[in-house]
C-alpha cells in the first residue's frame, strides 16, 4: 500500500487533523479541540477498533502484571481493559485525559503528559508492560525514533513485555527486544501491525 497522510483518506477526512502530513508535527490545540468531545474516533462503536482491542489483549503474554503504562491512551479505550495491578495512561491532550478519568476504576491512573516528558518522571524499571497504539507516528514523535527507544527502555523493566499497534502505512519503528509476536490484519481502510517484543 502507498504511505499516506491524514487528508489522503476518507478516514482521515473525518476529523480536523486532517491538514497535516505525516511530516508535521501537530500541534497541541488541534488535539485539545479534537477531544472536545467523548470518543472522537468513534472507537466504542467501530468494529475494526472493538477488533483491534480484543486481538491487542489476546496477544499479551499470559502472566501477572504488576505496573502497567500506555502512553497515548487518549480517552483510556485501551486502557481501561488492560491487566495488571496498577495501571496508568498518559497522553499529551488534557482533554483526552478529562473525559478518561470519567468513572475510571481505583488501580487506573490517568495523567497529563507527553512521552518526551517521561525522563524527568521517576520511572525507571516502572513498568512490566508498556502499551503503545496509534501514537508512534512522525506527526506526535517528528525524528524522534532513538529517543523514543530510549524513553521506552528506561521505563520497562527486564524481561518486560512492550505492545505496540499502529497503522503500517505510518510507522517506522522496531524495536531491539525478542520479538514475541508480530501480526498484520485490515483495519479501517489500511493495513495494522501488532507486534509484542520482550526486554
Not at 29 to 50: A, F, I, R, V
Not at 142 to 163: F, N, T
Not at 171 to 188: I, K, M
Amino acid at each position: 500500500m502507498q504511505v499516506v497522510g491524514y487528508g489522503k483518506s476518507s478516514y482521515a477526512q473525518t476529523n480536523p487533523l486532517s491538514t497535516h502530513t505525516m511530516n508535521v508535527l501537530q500541534p497541541i490545540d488541534e488535539l485539545e479541540q479534537w477531544y472536545e468531545k467523548p470518543d472522537p474516533w468513534h472507537y466504542e462503536t467501530n468494529p475494526d477498533d472493538l477488533n483491534r482491542r480484543a486481538m491487542l489483549l489476546g496477544a499479551l503474554p499470559k502472566r501477572e502484571y504488576e505496573s502497567v503504562l500506555d502512553i497515548g491512551c487518549g480517552d483510556g479505550f485501551i486502557t481501561k481493559r488492560l491487566p495488571g495491578k496498577r495501571v496508568m495512561g498518559i497522553d499529551v491532550s488534557s482533554n483526552a485525559i478529562r473525559w478518561a478519568r470519567q468513572n475510571a476504576p481505583q488501580h487506573i491512573t490517568y495523567e497529563q503528559h507527553s512521552l518526551f516528558d517521561i525522563p524527568e518522571l521517576e520511572w525507571e524499571n516502572a513498568f512490566d508492560l508498556v502499551v503503545a497504539t496509534g501514537v508512534f507516528y512522525p506527526q506526535y514523535l517528528a525524528q524522534s525514533k532513538k529517543l523514543v527507544y530510549e524513553i521506552v527502555d528506561r521505563v520497562l523493566v527486564p524481561g518486560g513485555i512492550l505492545v505496540s499497534v499502529h497503522i503500517h502505512e505510518w510507522y517506522a519503528l522496531r524495536f531491539p527486544y525478542v520479538t514475541l509476536h508480530r501480526e498484520y490484519y485490515s483495519y479501517r481502510e489500511y493495513t495494522h501491525i501488532l507486534e509484542v517484543y520482550q526486554k
